[in-house]
């Protein structure tokens, strides 16, 4: 069995993966699934993602890993992607929660209805409010 990648060619969470795959040179085999349509998710995903959520990989031995920041420390474990300083990966991984808790509520997501959501679908409320903290994340990563 080769490395099993369920993926969205729109979703950041999923580029991230791709990245690191490539930058690895991981090979993959690729499955796409919607990022609005989640009439398959469970039925594909259950058993394999707790949320059911995109990215979500299945390894060489068959089992599953979900949450694209997993994956990523995952696979780049043990490269230079990963410092060895505890202090070091320490501050890695606040760069990943970062990005998942700021930037993703408010940048990606506001991304995904300016520019990617069918124009049937009806936005949330606060996005406007996304979009503030959006510009509070962009200007923390400056």
């Known amino acids: 069995m080769s490395l099993l990648l369920y993926d969205n060619p729109f979703s950041g969470n999923c580029f991230k993966v791709r990245l690191i795959l490539a930058l690895r040179g991981i090979e993959y085999e ?3 699934m919607s990022v609005t349509d989640y009439s398959e998710r469970i039925e594909v995903l259950g058993g394999l993602s707790p949320s ?3 990215p979500t990989v299945v390894l060489e ?3 599953p890993l979900a949450e694209s920041n997993a994956i990523l420390w995952y696979f780049a474990e043990g490269s230079e992607y990963v410092p ?5 990966r320490a501050q890695v991984l606040q760069w990943m929660f970062f990005e998942q808790y700021k930037h993703e509520p408010g ?10 959501a069918p124009v049937d679908l009806t936005p949330p409320p606060g996005l406007e409010a996304k979009r503030a903290d959006g510009l509070v994340a ?3 990563m400056e």
């Open 30 to 32: 690729r499955r796409e």
């Open 61 to 63: 031995d068959g089992r």
């Open 138 to 140: 962009l200007n923390a």
């Open 84 to 88: 060895e300083d505890p202090y070091e």
């Open 107 to 116: 940048i990606a997501v506001v991304r995904f209805w300016d520019s990617i």
């Open 52 to 54: 059911l959520n995109l």
